[in-house]
T-cell receptor, first 109, second 113 residues
Framework: GQNIDQPTEMTATEGAIVQINCTYQ??????LFWYQQHAGEAPTFLSY????GLEEKGRFSSFLSRSKGYSYLLLKELQMKDSASYLC??????????FGKGTTLSVSS | DVKVTQSSRYLVKRTGEKVFLECVQD?????MFWYRQDPGLGLRLIYF???????EKGDIPEGYSVSREKKERFSLILESASTNQTSMYLC????????????FGDGTRLSIL
């Protein structure tokens, strides 16, 4: 079967660092995406990992371990505007993505 | 900037009606997708298309059909709307090839009464 797990909710304070984990079990693997979705808005692309290791993009970094079926999104220097849902999605093969249920992050001052 | 436009932001229909949701993208993307998003269930793929007149079923195609007559336009059709199809519908598009991100429209919140 296929399964993607993320925590449902997380809270953090402004200026802190937060790590959102994603574990997956899929029949194939062709890369993992992270998206950000603010309430009432469209998801927007954050990162893509296909090889093991860390990809850094400003305040956001994403890590992948294919042997462990594990990824995380690391958000540094948190800001209020980072309050959103974060979606992990796996490309099994071909074109389609399988999405996790998303992690809602609340950042407080 | 990529633009994916969905025809309606909010739509209210009655059970049994045939409902059309339209999506247009302006980036000459090969792939187009229709998802529904429900609380606690996340984004689920209904159908996708990798070329004009081509379509593939996603995870939950029952009760839906799609049409792609032109590259830029992908339509989702609810053949006979039912209350369990009340949801947020999101269209997305992407270039072909590994690692190409999908770009999403703002969504259509559809209520079936």
């Amino acid at each position: 079967g296929q399964n993607i797990d993320q925590p449902t909710e997380m809270t953090a304070t402004e200026g802190a660092i937060v790590q959102i984990n994603c574990t997956y079990q899929t029949s194939g693997f062709n890369g993992l995406f992270w998206y950000q979705q603010h309430a009432g808005e469209a998801p927007t692309f954050l990162s893509y990992n296909v090889l093991d290791g860390l990809e850094e993009k400003g305040r956001f970094s994403s890590f992948l371990s294919r042997s462990k079926g594990y990824s995380y999104l690391l958000l540094k220097e948190l800001q209020m505007k980072d309050s959103a849902s974060y979606l992990c999605a796996v490309n099994q093969a071909g074109t389609a993505l399988i999405f996790g249920k998303g992690t809602t992050l609340s950042v407080s001052s | 900037d990529v633009k994916v436009t969905q025809s309606s932001r909010y739509l209210v229909k009655r059970t049994g009606e045939k409902v059309f949701l339209e999506c247009v993208q302006d980036m000459d993307h090969e792939n187009m997708f229709w998802y529904r998003q429900d609380p606690g269930l996340g984004l689920r793929l209904i159908y996708f298309s990798y070329d004009v007149k081509m379509k593939e079923k996603g995870d939950i195609p029952e009760g839906y059909s799609v049409s792609r007559e032109k590259k830029e336009r992908f339509s989702l059709i609810l053949e006979s709307a039912s209350t369990n199809q009340t949801s947020m519908y999101l269209c997305a598009s992407s270039y072909a090839g590994r690692g190409r991100p999908q770009h999403f429209g703002d969504g259509t919140r559809l209520s079936i009464l």
